[in-house]
């Protein structure tokens, strides 16, 4: 991994194990699978050479599900395409190929490929036939089958917004209501999998262990300076509390203002993004909302006068004052509470 990205997490997924399924043309041996494995080190990560034939590689990936019983599965890609189909298991679908057969046609895939990636039979390359596409048209068919309420809550998908190769999140939202959008393009890199993927595998590994944690409140009007930017280490800020907390930003619901509700899930979606995703509110009485921390902008002593700090009944942190007046006090301060 890059050196500015090393960062382990070793709670995370603890004890259990994820198969990750590759995309087209690559292998079990593809960088992104021992990326999984620097950043949860006490997790096993399964990752197979997948057959080209999508019927044989289907066959393989139920039997391996069988075998293996992955708490998580994790596809890119086609791979993507394959994890959606691997029902009954948490999964997330990154940049899914899910008309596999367009995007080989668009992409002039037909013909001479080589593995991108070492595989283990030492295969360098294969024959791409237009019959070996109409294969992959008629393994698409069999995405989305008798998808219940319990599926659509187990299936993330996460799809970049610069991604130049496949777009399929209307397709996926036809179907399941968990789509992200994150800043990246159609292969993942190390600064991808840091900030957009592994939140989402912390949801999915707080939900399987009934995990609640502390919640923390943060006003929005605190996150922005006078150009609207993000204020010095805001995101670094951010990053830091997911790791303990669950945290929510709150902004006022302006009646007058129609505009603004937008104009502020455009911001968080820049300039946050996937760790703040589903985790805004828009409220006139933060106040009343159940959480153990809320940081908000200093108030004047007429706002103070009014009582709404004694409706709270968490810790408020008043951003702005000389112990708290920049991001990187709040790292200080929530670093020694150590979670709590």
């Known amino acids: 991994m890059d050196n500015q990205y090393q960062?382990?997490?070793?709670?995370l997924m603890a004890g259990k194990k994820i198969l990750y399924v590759h995309g087209f043309g690559s292998a079990g041996s593809t960088h992104t699978a021992q990326m999984l494995r620097e950043l949860m080190p006490q997790t096993t990560v399964v990752s197979p050479d997948l057959p080209i034939h999508p019927e044989e590689a289907l066959a393989l990936l139920h039997d391996i599900v069988e075998a293996e019983r992955p708490n998580l599965i994790i596809g890119t890609s086609m791979g993507g395409m394959y994890t959606e189909q691997l029902r009954g298991i948490d999964r997330i679908?990154?940049?899914?190929?899910?008309?596999?057969?367009?995007?080989?046609?668009?992409?002039?895939?037909?013909?001479?490929?080589?593995f991108q990636n070492p595989r283990q039979d030492g295969i360098q390359e294969f024959i791409v036939t237009k019959a070996m596409v109409k294969e992959y048209k008629s393994a698409t068919d069999l995405c989305f089958q008798d998808i219940d309420d319990e599926e659509r809550r187990r299936v993330f998908g996460l799809f970049g917004d610069n991604d130049q190769t496949v777009d399929t999140r209307d397709l996926f939202l036809q179907h399941y209501p968990q789509a992200i959008r994150f800043h990246g393009e159609h292969r993942l890199n190390d600064g991808v999998l840091l900030h957009y993927v592994i939140p989402v595998i912390r949801w999915i590994d707080d939900r399987q262990e009934g995990r609640e944690r502390r919640r923390v409140m943060i006003d929005f009007g605190t996150m922005t300076d006078s150009y609207m930017k993000p204020v010095s280490s805001l995101r670094k800020?951010?990053?830091?509390?997911?790791e303990n907390y669950e945290v929510f930003i709150v902004a006022d619901a302006p009646s007058a203002k129609p505009d603004y509700i937008n104009n502020v899930q455009a911001w968080v979606e820049e300039y946050v993004n996937v760790p703040a995703w589903n985790h805004v509110i828009f409220t006139n009485q933060p106040e009343l909302i159940n959480a153990d921390y809320y940081i908000r902008g200093a108030r004047s002593e007429e706002g103070g006068a009014r009582g709404e700090d004694d409706l709270f009944f968490g810790t408020i942190l008043h951003f702005g004052r000389d112990e708290l007046k920049t991001y990187e006090d709040v790292i200080t301060f929530f670093d020694r509470l150590g979670g709590q």
Request: with cysteine; hydrophobic share 40%; glycine share 6%.
């Open 237 to 242: 800020a951010y990053e830091f509390l997911i």
């Open 93 to 114: 679908c990154v940049n899914p190929a899910f008309k596999m057969a367009e995007t080989m046609h668009d992409h002039g895939m037909v013909g001479k490929q080589i």
């Open 7 to 11: 960062k382990t997490f070793p709670s």
